[in-house]
């Protein structure tokens, strides 16, 4: 290993920990800040109050941090440079519409050794907080998976080299269903019709990603007739979530190839997002065509 490599294996674990660390915090703050504030993200989403709260949080956090050179969110229009070093790239609060309902929500992060944008063959790590019944970190570095426990901001071992099961049980697709396309359409009704599989679908895509991960299945948020470049922003969620169900044993796609493949113009750039067990997601891939 380099110094050079040493160096950014150093870094990452600063961050991973400084995420951790921070998620006390994030929890606590939520019950006092579920009402919308006034204007959109970059993405022309609503925020609430929570939102802006995670990011700032996050990024106070991380910018003392040496050896982090960009913070990049989805809550901000653009990259803030706030050093020397990786790249971070954040959803703060992915599912935070499920504050209204209690639902599951998360913290998703990955980390990049380029400027952003950037493609996502340039990922060091990826991994989100899962804020469930109980604070859990899934971590994706080196081709490996694990997880642990979060109390008190400390990590505590749960699994490590966390695989897709074999055998798929669950399908979770995301989107109007008025607005997929015939192709995926019939997919979904081939998926719904098969033995063993059953409809799971939250509303937090960190939710519904993370049962993918325990139970095998297939997740997608498809290209729509209305977003045909798809819902999902390929910095913050399509690589560290391709990169994550990857080093799972599972398979990500655009439609066409691996999420990790492609390359943003834009920091907030979008892609249609489909990962799973390696035979669903080829089945897909080919009903797609």
């Not at 729509?224 to 990169?243: C, M, N, V």
Request: with cysteine; net charge negative; hydrophobic share 35%.
């Amino acid at each position: 290993m380099t110094d050079e490599s040493s160096r950014e294996d150093d870094v990452v674990d600063a961050v991973v920990e400084t995420l951790c660390a921070a998620a006390p915090s994030i929890r606590a703050g939520l019950p006092g800040r579920r009402v919308y504030e006034e204007g959109t993200n970059p993405s022309g989403e609503r925020q609430l109050e929570a939102d802006t709260y995670a990011d700032e949080l996050l990024l106070k956090r991380l910018r003392p941090l040496d050896g982090v050179g960009e913070y990049a969110s989805e809550e901000r229009a653009d990259v803030i440079d706030i050093g020397e070093g990786v790249s971070v790239a954040l959803d703060p609060l992915d599912g935070s519409t499920n504050l209204k309902p209690n639902n599951v929500m998360g913290t998703l992060y990955s980390v990049y050794d380029e400027p952003l944008p950037t493609g996502g063959e340039n990922l060091l790590a990826a991994g989100y907080i899962l804020y469930g019944p109980v604070t859990t970190l899934v971590a994706a570095r080196d081709g490996v998976v694990s997880e642990y426990i979060l109390e008190s901001g400390i990590k505590r071992p749960l699994r490590e080299e966390l695989t897709l099961p074999d055998d798929p049980a669950i399908f979770s697709f995301g989107g109007r269903v008025n607005h997929w396309f015939d192709e995926f359409e019939a997919f979904a009704s081939e998926t719904e019709r098969t033995e063993g599989m059953k409809l799971r679908y939250g509303g937090s895509m960190i939710g519904d990603v993370n049962q993918i991960l325990h139970y095998g299945g297939v997740f997608a948020y498809p290209a729509q007739t209305d977003a045909p470049s798809g819902k999902l922003r390929q910095q913050f969620e399509g690589f560290p979530i391709g990169y994550i169900i990857e080093c799972a044993g599972g398979r990500s796609s655009d439609g066409e190839a691996s999420l990790l493949s492609g390359t943003p113009d834009g920091i907030h750039d979008r892609v249609p997002v489909y990962i799973g067990n390696d035979s669903l997601v080829e089945s897909l891939e080919a009903r797609l065509g």
